[in-house]
């Protein structure tokens, strides 16, 4: 059997749930997102679609938002429990206003066994001005909730380039989560989204050259630290992996559930529009199986990827990579970027294009 039969005919190993709903909205955000209201007909829509799904074989289930921890118990065990028992990796993201023991329990009794909380910064001014609903020392303690309920598989959200945010307040909000001894950690540049309310008030991006040096700094202290850059925004502990976004990253199918979830089935990309319809994503398949790989330290399979796509990467985009030479390296059988060149992995994209 051929590499596209094959991937034809399995199941995808991976599940994506979209929880739209917020207590109120982020100045930053621009995903698919509702103030709390009643959920009753969200709930029956995602229900229908997850039961006319096979996700017998799922290895990674992950609840995403909006925020997931904004649901009750009877909420999250309607769209729990149609799914196995046994999940090998299940996220929740959730909010540190959310968290408090009895939740925490009930997470874990229920199999969340990764949890990826957004913090953003620990700066209780920077919170107020970002539109957070917490403040830093409420974080700290969500985060000893969590791990007393058994729940030690921790990652939290931190964003740099904030208004107004200095280099030393990155570096503060860095060593602060470097005490927290935790396993995984993402980080991301503020990206001012024209339908955010920063994009409305007309908020200005960071300077380039103090995102740059931000990011710079980021990348250094953290392989100080012991920790992995696995993924241009993602940091781990060797071997503390998000497994549920390598499917992303490495080429591989899921299934996407709500209003605002994408998904992708037998390699056909698609996402979910608001009455719950699928609406094929009409992007190119081969260049974004590329972006996503060159996106992390493993790179590229090129045997799979050729057999998928029936090209070479090495031979459509060799201009490209004989530019950037210093930075392409190929080795088992796979092409990826050193540390240099996956900063300017943008860069590089564009004239691939």
């Not at 409420?138 to 904030?162: C, M, R, W, Y």
Request: aromatic share 12%.
């Amino acid at each position: 059997m051929n590499q596209n039969k094959r991937v034809a005919c399995e199941k995808p190993a991976s599940a994506y749930v979209h929880v739209p709903f917020c207590h109120g909205i982020c100045a930053y955000c621009a995903f698919y997102r509702r103030v709390s209201q009643d959920r009753s007909a969200w709930l029956q829509q995602i229900c229908g679609q997850i039961r006319g799904a096979d996700a017998r074989s799922l290895k990674t289930l992950y609840f995403g938002g909006g925020t997931p921890s904004i649901l009750t118990e009877e909420e999250f065990d309607q769209i729990r429990g149609l799914f196995p028992d046994h999940i090998l990796e299940f996220t929740m993201e959730c909010n540190p206003e959310d968290v408090n023991p009895k939740k925490a329990a009930f997470w874990r009794s229920r199999g969340v066994n990764r949890v990826s909380m957004g913090v953003q910064t620990f700066d209780d001014a920077l919170l107020t001005v970002i539109g957070r609903r917490h403040n830093g020392q409420e974080a700290l303690e969500a985060v000893k909730t969590l791990q007393e309920a058994g729940i030690t598989n921790l990652s939290i959200d931190l964003i740099f380039g904030l208004p107004g945010q200095t280099l030393a307040d990155v570096q503060r909000d860095v060593n602060r989560f470097l005490s927290l001894d935790l396993p995984h950690l993402s980080i991301y540049s503020l990206q001012i989204e024209p339908d955010s309310v920063f994009g409305r008030r007309g908020v200005q991006p960071c300077d380039e050259d103090l995102e740059a040096d931000m990011y710079e700094w980021i990348v250094r202290r953290l392989k100080e630290a012991g920790y992995e850059h696995y993924e241009i925004s993602s940091f781990a502990k060797p071997g503390w992996y998000s497994r549920h976004n390598l499917a992303y990253w490495q080429d591989r199918d899921f299934y996407g559930f709500g209003p605002g979830a994408s998904g992708r089935e037998q390699g056909e990309r698609y996402h979910m529009d608001q009455a719950g319809k699928r609406i094929p994503d009409e992007t190119d398949a081969a260049f974004e199986a590329l972006m996503m790989g060159l996106r992390t330290q493993f790179g590229v399979d090129l045997e799979a990827y050729i057999c998928r796509y029936g090209t070479d990467p090495c031979q459509e985009y060799a201009p490209v990579i004989r530019k950037y030479a210093p930075h392409f390296q190929e080795q088992d059988g796979r092409l990826f970027l050193d540390e240099a060149g996956r900063e300017i992995l943008n860069t590089i994209l564009v004239e691939m294009l």
